[in-house]
Structure formats: C-alpha cells, structure tokens
C-alpha cells in the first residue's frame, strides 16, 4: 500500500512536471511571440539613404542661350573659329546644404533670311516682334542676336538690348579679340535675363543662416500652391467722404492679366472689401510748413497690425494672403503723406510689407471741399491706384528690375505688366526653392522618424516620401538639364508629397505611447499568468539540481 502510494505521488509530480513544463512552453514559444506582433508599431520601410543623400545633392542650374550672328557681325579671321562654345560657370557662394553652380550653355548658329531681314531694321522693338512671330522658344531659354557693329538697329550709345521676350540683342566687333569680347557681353545679358546671386539668394532665404542674408534685401513671398490677394477700401470717416471705386473693372482690366501669366506658379483667387471707421492706428504728425499731416518711416510697421484684425477673409482659404489696401484718411488728418527715410515724401505715397501686402494712402482733392457738404463724394482714380498695387505686387514675388549690363538698352514689360524671361527667372528661382524646402522637409521627417520608434508608418506615408524623393531627383536633372518647365512641375510635386507625408495625422497617433507605457499597460494582465508559470519552473530547476548532487554525495 505505501509503494503503491509513492508511485502516485511520484506520478502526480511528474505530471505535474510535464504541465508547468508545457505551460511555459506555449507562453515562452507561442504567446510571447504572438503577443510581441499584435502589439508592434507598423512602420512601412522608407529610403532613409536616399534622404541623406540629398542633404549633398549639387544642385546644378543650366541657361541655354543660343547665339546668332549675322554674317558681318564678327572679322572673317573670327567665322573661320566658328561654331564655338563659350561656357561661363561659376560657384554661388551660398553655405547652405547643396552646392549651387550657375552654368550657361552656348549653342551657335548662322542668322536665317527672314531673320536677317528683321535685323536690318532701323527700330529694335519691330525686329524683335518680327523675330518673335518666326521663332518658338522653349521655357528659360534665350536667343541672343549679334549684329553689325555699325547696325542702325541700336542706337550707337547701346552696346545690347534686352527685349520683353526670350530675346536679346548684342553689337558686334569688328576687331581683333571680337569673339571673346562678344561673348562676354552674351553672358552679361544672359544673368541679367535669368539667373543672378541676389535671385537665389532670395529663393533660398528661408534656409540659409542669418549672417548669410542681408536685411535689407525683401525676402519675397513662399513658393505656394496658391495665394488668396484681398483689395480692401479703409474709410474711416464715412460722413466726410463717400467713396468710390471700380475694383472689379479695375481687376479684371490691371491685375486679371498679371495673375494670368502668373497662374504657371500657382491658383489665384481676388475678393474685396470696403471697411468703415477703420483706422491706421497711428497718429500722424502735422507739419506747419506745408499744412499736411505726414507718417515717418520708423511708424509705418505699427500701422499694419492694428488694421489687421479688422481685415478678415470673405473666404477661408489656406494659401498666403496678400492685402492691398487703399486708405482715404479723414478729414482732419488730410491731407496725410508718407515721408522716407530722409524726411522727403514718397512719391507713390504707398508702402509695401514683404509677405503681407502694400497700404497706399489716397488724399482727397482739396477742391472736392468747396462743393455743398459734406459727405463729399469721391471717385478714386484706379488707374493710379492700380498702378502702384501691380508694382507692390511685383516686389512681394522677387520681380525686381534687373542689374543690366553698361550701355544695355532694357525695353518695358509687356502689356501684361511682366516680361517673358521674368517669368522664367521667377519659375528658376521657385524651382530652386521647391527643392530645397522638400529636401528640409523630407531630412526633418526622417530625423523625427529615426529618434521616435513607435510612430507607424504607414504605406501611403512611405509611398509620398518616394515619391517625394524621386520628384527632388528628377527636378535637379531636369534643372541641370535646362529644361525648365519640366524642373518646376517636379519640383512642385516634390514638395506636395514631402508636405502630405510629414503633416500625415498617422504619425502622430502613438506619439505618446512609448514602450514603458506598453509594459505598465500589459503587465497587470500578464503577471496572474507568470508568477505560478516561473514558481513552478523555479521548482522543477531546484528538485532537478538537487537530484543532480544525489550521485556525488553517495559516492
């Protein structure tokens, strides 16, 4: 009976050996594995090399200018050295991440028949119009037309001639050295026409240290996908003065052509407004001498933040604002100047602020007083006023008159109130900025990534960043390929996936549930399960140890 009871009992532990056994087993084995995968963070792979890469990417910018001569505009010894290359490359001196090089290719060619016969014209804005009809240009490229040195086409003073198109105009030599020096002045037209120091420097303002910009240059506005411009009337003495003004023909006549050549860089939207007893905020200062109220230059910041809340937005919009406003000051502040720096009133009586907008002030004709009362009416001229807002317009963007050459002939913007080639320079320099804002962005999103493990990424995260690198690469070809059209339609994707990925509302869902919270979270319900599970293999270990030391101590 007791053997028989010690072959139970022996028996029971033994199963109850193999139950623990098997136990830990299926945890260890099976459901820590399983319990490891259910609760992991999902992060899609990402080509975190190619990012990296992109922080040295030498970002090459390439004009292609095509020369044409005509047949007496260089010495016979020259045409014999004839087709040539000049090619004028050299390093933008910018500390920032990529290497920038300005490289302006030149491609050569006789003049053709209708062209010569353009040429021989005695007024350069016919030739070029004829030139112009004959010819297809291609977006950032430019044709440079050399002509005799005693050709009437220029007037004898102008060495060159920059035109409103892709074109321009050289006088050539008749000297020793001639191809040297003409091709000198073709590369001096060709930076005024397109790629300049200032112009990228402007483009890359946002990234570069502050010791690197100066601060009296404006910064222009941000590349954008689309801007919101708002023209607002400010009548701040409605018993005074009824104003009024056609903006809506104002804009559809002035500012309508302007943002259509524009509409290449983005989508744009005009809405207006009319403000009552909306004030500057600023109190003016008389001036004895000429009876006028005036604002110094150091008070014009102060002017905007108080009428900026009374603006507002007829609609809600998430691209940039840009504000124009028309100020009629009130009567007893009137007539009210802006002075400069020097003290001297500003002849447009306008100010602009760089990414916000432009405030010009409209006085009242003093006749208008004379009349039968008040209020009196006033028609403002919006002809003048729309003049000063497309300028102020032109500065926000970075279209600013070029640095031409001495001697140069520049020739007015088209009727459109902007150039071809300005166009082109400002697609250049968007195209530049493009690149490196989706090169930030997409650099700071895998630093954010690879310091913060438990943040999914998801598929289509992971698919806007290739995306996002593969538009940065494809437009850095295409921009040193020179073609320019093709380079910011890349550019702009490359910054619209690198915006999508980094701003996707998925990464931020784990953001605060780091790992130790994961354990305390799971451990509660875990623990009941382990503590028998590691008593009983803590058990099994010392029973098996001890019968392990048996043998030896009967030795």
């Known amino acids: 009976m007791a053997a028989a009871g010690a072959a139970a009992t022996d028996l029971e532990v033994v199963r109850g050996r193999r139950a623990a056994l098997f136990c830990a087993a299926v945890a260890i084995v099976l459901g820590l594995p399983l319990w490891w995968k259910t609760t992991e963070t999902y992060r899609a792979p990402l080509p975190y090399s190619q990012i990296s890469g992109l922080d040295a990417l030498q970002l090459r910018l390439m004009v292609p200018v095509t020369v044409v001569f005509t047949r007496d505009s260089v010495p016979l010894d020259d045409q014999e050295k004839l087709p040539f290359t000049i090619v004028h490359e050299r390093e933008i001196p910018l500390k920032y991440k990529m290497k920038i090089k300005c490289r302006f290719q030149k491609a050569y060619r006789w003049a053709l028949e209708e062209e010569e016969e353009a040429l021989s014209l005695d007024n350069v804005q016919e030739a070029e119009a004829v030139l112009a009809e004959s010819q297809e240009q291609l977006e950032g490229s430019l044709t440079v037309y050399v002509i005799s040195e005693q050709s009437s086409l220029l007037p004898q003073d102008k060495m060159s001639y920059i035109g409103p198109g892709r074109t321009a105009v ?4 008749m000297h020793r050295e001639a191809l040297t020096i003409i091709g000198h002045r073709v590369i001096q037209v060709a930076q005024a026409m397109s790629l300049t120091e200032d112009v990228l420097a402007a483009a890359l303002a946002d990234h570069l240290p502050e010791e690197k910009w100066s601060s009296d240059k404006r910064r222009p506005l941000k590349s954008s996908l689309g801007y919101q411009i708002t023209f607002s009337l400010l009548n701040p003495d409605p018993k005074s003065h009824d104003v009024h003004w056609d903006i809506e023909g104002a804009v559809r006549r002035y500012v309508q052509p302007f943002l259509d050549v524009l509409s290449i860089t983005g989508n744009f939207s005009v809405d207006s407004q009319i403000l009552y007893y909306a004030m500057l905020g600023v109190n003016p200062r008389f001036d004895p001498a000429s009876s006028s109220y005036y604002l110094a230059m150091h008070s014009l910041p102060h002017v905007i933040n108080p009428v900026e809340s009374r603006l507002g937005s007829g609609t809600a919009t998430l691209y940039p604002v840009l504000n124009f406003l028309l100020y009629v000051p009130e009567l007893a502040h009137s007539p009210l100047y802006i002075q400069d ?30 009349g039968s009362g008040l209020p009196v009416r006033v028609d403002v001229d919006m002809v003048r006023v729309m003049e000063v807002f497309l300028a102020q317009l032109r500065l926000l963007f970075g279209i600013t008159q070029p640095q031409v050459p001495p001697k140069c002939l520049l020739s007015g913007p088209k009727s459109e109130g902007l150039m071809t080639w300005e166009l082109d320079r ?11 804002t989706a090169t930030t962005t997409l650099t700071s999103l895998a630093q954010l990534l690879g310091k913060i493990s438990n943040i999914v990424i998801k598929d289509d995260v992971a698919s806007e960043v290739y995306r996002a690198v593969a538009a940065v690469q494809k437009a850095a070809e295409e921009l040193a390929s020179g073609h320019l059209s093709s380079a910011f339609v890349a550019s702009q994707e490359a910054v619209m996936c690198s915006e999508r990925a980094f701003f996707d509302p998925s990464l931020l869902h784990l953001l605060y549930f780091p790992d130790d919270q994961k354990f305390a979270i799971y451990i509660p319900l875990f623990l009941p399960m382990a503590v028998p599970i590691l008593h009983s293999l803590a058990k099994i270990f010392l029973e098996t140890r001890k019968n392990w030391k048996k043998p030896e101590k009967t030795e």
């Open 341 to 370: 720096k020097d003290g001297a009133p500003v002849a447009t009586n306008a100010f602009h602020s760089p990414r916000w907008g432009g405030i010009m002030i409209y006085n009242v004709d003093p006749k208008a007083y004379n």
């Open 170 to 173: 050289v006088r050539g030599l």
């Open 426 to 436: 400002l697609l250049w320099a968007r195209s530049v900025e493009n690149v490196a």
